[in-house]
């Protein structure tokens, strides 16, 4: 990438630009998203790793320049940079949080001199970013204004020939047995927050491989596959669960009945019915995956 090498490498990288930042969702302090997303990580970290898999038979060995569109804490970053050693990861986000969190990640596994940060909306352009290799763009495009502006951005920050790599989330991930009531509360919250992202999140959902070959991508995949985990759940699964249940216990006033709101605080509260204490927890979810490549 041929951006300001001088003060862009390393640790001392972070938020070398701070463009102008619009977020719905993503301000300085995301309540309790950071973790979710660490422990999302390592919950599904094979999957991850499988997917990576995928990128590297389409990408070919030789990848450098790698973009990690919407980070958050670095998810793909860090994925990326094992799958391919030579690499460096520019991670772009609007959220300076989830930035400094993955900037001292990174350096905690010494990785600070692979790995630099850019604080933009990703959604106007990638400023000063040319000539990459891939760009890896993991349930952030949804979050983007226009898709047809960004898609456009990432395209002029690809090299010919370049890949894009997209995932989508078919919205928070099931964690309740799918029969009896608690299966029953675990829908209609689903479909309340369904209601409340088409709201505030009108392209999560959307057609990504029509606007993909819309802005002049060629889909070489897409796939969408459940991510499943069951008993035994790996350690922190229950604390992913407890988080999810939390976070959107608050956006789900007002749009679900009082009681399914006491029934998810039984959920939340510590007591018996708390998920940290349940045995038949699950963790589902839908990823949905697009390869594509900018034609020369
Ligand atoms: C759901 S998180 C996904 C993080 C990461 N890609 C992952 O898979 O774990 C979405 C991320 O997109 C970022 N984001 C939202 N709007 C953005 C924008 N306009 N430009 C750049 N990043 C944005 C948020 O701050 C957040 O870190």
Known sequence: MAHAHQHQHGPAAAHSSHAHAHTHDSDATPNGLPEILDLDAALFAPHLTALTGRIACLAGDDIRNIVDLGSGTGTGTFALLERFPTARVTAVDSSPAMLERLAS??????????????????????????????????????????????????????????????????????????SGELGALE?????????????????????????????????????????????????????????????????????????????????????????RHRGDLVVRSLRETWMARRSA
């Open 105 to 178: 990640a990174a350096r905690d596994r010494g990785l600070g001199g692979r790995v630099n940060t850019l604080e933009a909306d990703a959604g106007a352009g990638l400023p000063g970013v040319v000539d990459a290799d891939l760009v890896w763009a993991s349930a952030s495009l949804h979050h983007l204004d226009d898709p047809a502006t960004a898609l456009a951005g990432i395209r002029a920050a690809l090299r010919p020939g370049g890949l894009l790599a997209v995932a989508e989330v078919d919205g928070m991930p099931a964690f309740l047995p799918g």
């Open 187 to 275: 829908t209609r919250c689903r479909k309340a927050l369904d209601g409340l992202h088409a709201e505030q999140l009108p392209h999560r959902g959307a057609d990504w491989g029509s606007l993909l070959a819309a802005a002049g991508f060629a889909v070489e995949q897409e796939r969408a596959e459940p991510w499943e985990l069951r008993a035994p759940l790996p350690e922190g699964a229950s604390r992913y669960a407890y988080l999810v249940f939390e976070r959107i216990r608050g956006s789900l006033v007002g749009r679900i009945s009082p009681e399914d709101l006491a029934a998810l605080d039984r959920l939340v509260d510590g007591g018996p019915e708390d998920v």
